[in-house]
T-cell receptor, first 116, second 114 residues
Framework: GAVVSQHPSRVICKSGTSVKIECRSL??????MFWYRQFPKQSLMLMAT?????????EQGVEKDKFLINHASLTLSTLTVTSAHPEDSSFYIC????????????FGSGTRLTVV | AQSVTQLGSHVSVSEGALVLLRCNYS??????LFWYVQYPNQGLQLLLK??????LVKGINGFEAEFKKSETSFHLTKPSAHMSDAAEYFC????????????FGKGTKLSVIP
């Protein structure tokens, strides 16, 4: 089946530093990747949609200069949280697709970001 | 535009009892509907999906859901709960074929009592 690898699974960083999160589709080419943010005990909120080779489309209220998304290849998208602050602490999840031969997107295992 | 309402943020059932997680949707176009499960600190795993074929959809781990257009519902059921079913469940909707953007409900936490 389709596998999406997200790395790192957990990261702790100091306030003011930047953190990069990777999302890789391991056995299929992903023309589209979605980045979500999930606060504790809440649902997933879509942050942005990235299409390979083009600029990401950000949802309203998401700062594009703070959450940099790069989708330079069909198997890799990255989310960089720049100048992180404690309020950026959250669970970030990517999904990639569509899968060949069927409809659907596969989710990564998520990244727990803690900014101290 | 699409939206999803999951009734009950927390559901508790006894092991072996029926599991029923409720989901109602709103969509301006024929929707695709999904149920995902999330274990602590993990991503989402697809349980099942409705994509305009059979209205009764069978998924993994013994779960199934029925699409009822007249009720705008897509409730998730399992005849007999297992301890390993304890997790967070999310219902999601997309705007049908060609649209891959998902709108999620707020989730329902399922607890299974031994």
């Amino acid at each position: 089946g389709a596998v999406v690898s997200q790395h790192p699974s957990r990261v702790i960083c100091k306030s003011g530093t930047s953190v990069k999160i990777e999302c890789r589709s391991l056995d299929f080419q992903a023309t589209t990747m979605f980045w979500y943010r999930q606060f504790p005990k809440q649902s997933l909120m879509l942050m942005a949609t990235s299409n390979e080779g083009s600029k990401a489309t950000y949802e309203q209220g998401v700062e594009k200069d703070k959450f940099l998304i790069n989708h330079a290849s069909l198997t890799l998208s990255t989310l960089t949280v720049t100048s992180a602050h404690p309020e950026d602490s959250s669970f970030y999840i990517c999904s990639a697709g569509p899968q060949q031969g069927g409809y659907g997107y596969t989710f990564g295992s998520g990244t727990r970001l803690t900014v101290v | 535009a699409q939206s999803v309402t999951q009734l009950g943020s927390h559901v508790s059932v006894s092991e072996g009892a029926l599991v029923l997680l409720r989901c109602n949707y709103s969509s301006s176009v024929p929707p695709y509907l999904f149920w995902y499960v999330q274990y602590p600190n993990q991503g989402l795993q697809l349980l099942l999906k409705y994509t305009s074929a059979a209205t009764l959809v069978k998924g993994i781990n013994g779960f199934e859901a029925e699409f009822k257009k007249s009720e705008t519902s897509f409730h998730l059921t399992k005849p007999s709960a297992h301890m390993s079913d304890a997790a967070e469940y999310f219902c999601a909707v997309s705007a049908g074929a060609g649209s891959y953007q998902l709108t999620f409900g707020k989730g329902t936490k399922l607890s299974v009592i031994p």
